[in-house]
Structures are given as structure tokens and as C-alpha cells.
Nanobody, 125 residues
Framework: QVQLVESGGGLVQAGGSLRLSCAAS????????MGWFRQNPGKEREFVSAIDWSGGNTYYADSVKGRFTISRDNAKNAVYLQMNGLKPEETAVYYC??????????????????WGQGTQVTVSL
């Protein structure tokens, strides 16, 4: 059974930092891209960052470049999102997701086959 379980969300003041974790289980991930998306009620899900599990190539939305860092730990089957300099408008539910590296556009949520339950990030003024 494939599972993606996020953790690490919470309440932080503007300018602060959080580190999100995604524990992945249930299959071999070497041919997958792991992504982070975020969503607020009534809005579309937004791409944040992604990492190629095997090669380690990383991808970021322009809005988070230089502040967020995605990484993976192959031994632990985990993906992390270090978020620094958080802004109030980045308050959202953050989701971990996985897609085959051979299918679709990694910047679009359409091709991601597996999703976690999400973790709430709230950034206060």
C-alpha cells in the first residue's frame, strides 16, 4: 500500500522557518519525482517544489527560489522541504505528492498519482 505522510506543519511568524517532512512507503521510488504543492480553500493547488528521486535534480516555483530547499534521504525514503523567510500569503495546506518521472509535467498536479493528506502551514504577521 502506497503511503505519503507529511509532517512538520504549524504556526510560525512571518520571516520564520519550518521544515516539512514526507515519509514515503509502499513502493520503490527510484523512478519517481516527489513534489510539494500547496492549496488554500477556493484556490487551485500550486506547485512549490520537486525533486527527482534518483538523480536529485531540484525544481522550484519562482516565488520560493532562494528561500525553500527540497531534499531527500534515500535511506529513510523521506523528502523534506526547508522553508525559510515564510510570508503570510504562504499560509496553506502543503501536500507531498509522487509521479512517475516518465509521465507528465512535474509542475502540474495532474500527473501526480500519489498524494499525502496534507499538513497545515500558517504564517502570522
Amino acid at each position: 500500500q502506497v503511503q505519503l505522510v507529511e509532517s512538520g506543519g504549524g504556526l510560525v511568524q512571518a520571516g520564520g522557518s519550518l521544515r516539512l517532512s514526507c515519509a514515503a512507503s509502499g513502493r520503490t521510488w527510484s523512478n519517481y519525482v516527489m513534489g510539494w504543492f500547496r492549496q488554500n480553500p477556493g484556490k487551485e493547488r500550486e506547485f512549490v517544489s520537486a525533486i527527482d528521486w534518483s538523480g536529485g535534480n531540484t525544481y522550484y516555483a519562482d516565488s520560493v527560489k532562494g528561500r525553500f530547499t527540497i531534499s531527500r534521504d534515500n535511506a529513510k525514503n523521506a523528502v523534506y522541504l526547508q522553508m525559510n523567510g515564510l510570508k503570510p500569503e504562504e499560509t496553506a495546506v502543503y501536500y507531498c505528492a509522487a509521479k512517475s518521472k516518465f509521465r507528465g509535467n512535474l509542475y502540474s498536479d495532474y500527473g501526480y498519482a500519489y498524494w499525502g493528506q496534507g499538513t497545515q502551514v500558517t504564517v502570522s504577521l
